[in-house]
């Protein structure tokens, strides 16, 4: 074999640098791969729409099958995204005998057993390195570098956008309305924010990360998720004067033979290496058995980093094919428990507007005593007649938290019981 024909599904953002990257570091790639790579055939919904890639007018195609099935087509790089035609398009390569390389989270986060296992059975190679991340090495590390520790736990910073808003929250004491619109304004942020403020985006990906970290089946509607919108301007100028900084966090974690994997608003504390992760970039922290406490930190986003990604992917499927050795094995997922929410254990944080007399603190120490909840800390702020109290509590299982909240609700001292927060990172 003296090259190695790709044939590219998509070329928008990821796909047009990832033809500029191939063409650009073409001597580099053919050294390090063995062989030379070259794009020979590129399907696009609108052939007519000009792009800056160095590539002839007639590779082109608005037929994505004839890509997959052409042959002098040897491996196949999906970069279209979303479930419907690339399920299809990469079962149809795989099937063929081609190595697939994707970058597609939403797919593999809602189809990824059933791909795994067409791979598996054609044992081609299917590889999604920017699947997660876009342009940090987390799947290899987890798949290949510990792939002989027990990982504990995974937790990341996955999503650009929501970690710019809240960075901007953080600086300059702006709303999330007012950070969100200037996320728009620079294009951290979609027109439709949802995918991102409302932790899809970050559950798509927490979700991979816990079929790989732990061999275990494990679907986007498997994720417990909540988003950034509920975040106010004043739970992060309280999260700083406690001494933590407010992240929407993606954990993947294993316990006692069952998975828990959750996206949600978390406060961290400030010594914590995720805390200093800031703007658009992501970074996972984990911690495994032997390997103990290890961070990456990246570019989780944007064309170039993601097609770099893309294209170690790759590089390493032209090594395989090249050497006519059968794709790298995902080995099996299995079905595990997925641990409710309601069976976490989260450190707390509460604030509450109370009335400001003789006798209120232990009302509401007894309600938290009642239901096994147990407060580290306690801050008070006189506003008016009333008096402002911020709880810490130690670790707690979340529906005892939720039943202390309601009874809470019920105590005539309590005006309003404002934000919930998780403590993560601080005694866990
Ligand atoms: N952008 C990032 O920073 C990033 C980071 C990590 C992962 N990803 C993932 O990478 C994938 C691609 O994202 P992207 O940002 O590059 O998307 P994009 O800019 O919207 O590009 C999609 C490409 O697919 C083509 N396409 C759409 N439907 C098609 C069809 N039915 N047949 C053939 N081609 C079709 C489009 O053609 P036209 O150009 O003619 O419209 C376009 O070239 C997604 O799975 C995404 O989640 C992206």
Same mark, same amino acid.
């Given at each position: ?49 000009? $792009? ?35 399920? /299809? ?28 296992? /067409? ?20 799947? $290899?590390?987890? *798949?290949? !570098? ?6 504990? $736990? ?9 970690n710019f808003v809240l960075t901007r929250m953080s600086d300059s004491g702006e ?9 728009? @304004? ?53 999260? *700083? ?20 994997? $959750? ?6 504390? /400030? ?62 997922? /299995? ?34 005593? *009642?239901?096994?909840? !147990? ?11 009333? @008096? ?10 979340? !529906? ?6 309601? !009874? ?13 927060? *998780? ?6």
């Open positions: 074999m003296e090259r190695v024909r790709v044939g590219l599904l998509g070329c928008g953002n990821v796909g047009g640098p990832l033809a500029r990257l191939i063409d650009g570091n073409a001597d580099l790639i053919e050294q390090r791969a063995g062989v030379a790579v070259e794009i020979t055939r590129v399907a696009v919904r609108n052939v007519a729409r000009a $792009r800056d890639v160095p590539l002839p007018a007639d590779v082109f195609t608005d037929d994505a099958e004839s890509v997959v099935a052409d042959p002098d087509v040897d491996l196949v790089v999906e970069v279209i995204g979303g479930i419907e035609p690339a399920r /299809t398009l990469i079962t149809l390569a795989l099937k063929a005998g081609k190595p697939v390389v994707t970058a597609n989270k939403e797919l593999l986060a809602n189809a990824g057993v059933e791909l795994f296992e /067409t791979a598996e059975a054609a044992q081609v190679d299917l590889l999604f390195e920017a699947s997660v991340a876009g342009g940090i090495p987390l799947i $290899r590390s987890l *798949r290949e !570098s510990l792939a002989g520790d027990r990982i504990r $736990r995974v937790m990341g910073i996955v999503n650009g956008t929501t709303s999330f309305a007012d950070a969100l619109s200037e996320a728009q @304004a620079l294009g951290y942020a979609e027109a439709d924010p949802t995918a991102d403020v409302d932790g899809f985006d970050a559950a798509a990906k927490a979700a991979i990360i816990a079929s790989i970290a732990f061999d275990a089946q494990v679907v986007a509607s498997d994720v417990y998720r909540e988003g950034i919108r509920e975040i106010t301007d004043r739970d992060i100028a309280s999260a *700083r004067d406690l001494g933590y900084v407010v992240k929407l966090l993606a954990v993947a974690e294993q316990r006692d033979g069952a998975v828990g994997v $959750r996206v949600h608003p978390a406060m961290l504390p /400030t010594r914590h290496p995720l805390a200093a992760v800031r703007e658009s970039f992501n970074a996972l922290f984990i911690e495994g058995d032997a390997v103990g406490e290890l961070m990456l930190y990246g570019r989780g986003a944007g064309g170039d980093p993601t097609a770099s990604a893309v294209l170690g992917d790759v590089i390493d499927a032209v090594k395989n094919l090249a050497a006519g050795v059968p794709g790298a094995r995902l080995g099996r997922l /299995t079905r595990r428990p997925i641990r409710p929410i309601d069976e976490v254990e989260s450190q707390f944080y509460l604030l509450m507007e109370v009335a400001d007399r003789p006798g209120v603190l232990a009302t509401i120490a007894d309600a938290f005593g *009642r239901h096994g909840v !147990s407060i580290k800390s306690m801050q008070q702020r006189g506003i008016g007649d009333d @008096a402002r109290l911020i709880f810490v509590t130690h670790r707690a299982r979340e !529906s005892d938290l939720r039943t202390t909240v309601h !009874s809470l609700r019920d105590v005539e001292v309590v005006h309003r019981v404002g934000s919930v927060l *998780r403590v993560v990172g601080d005694e866990d």
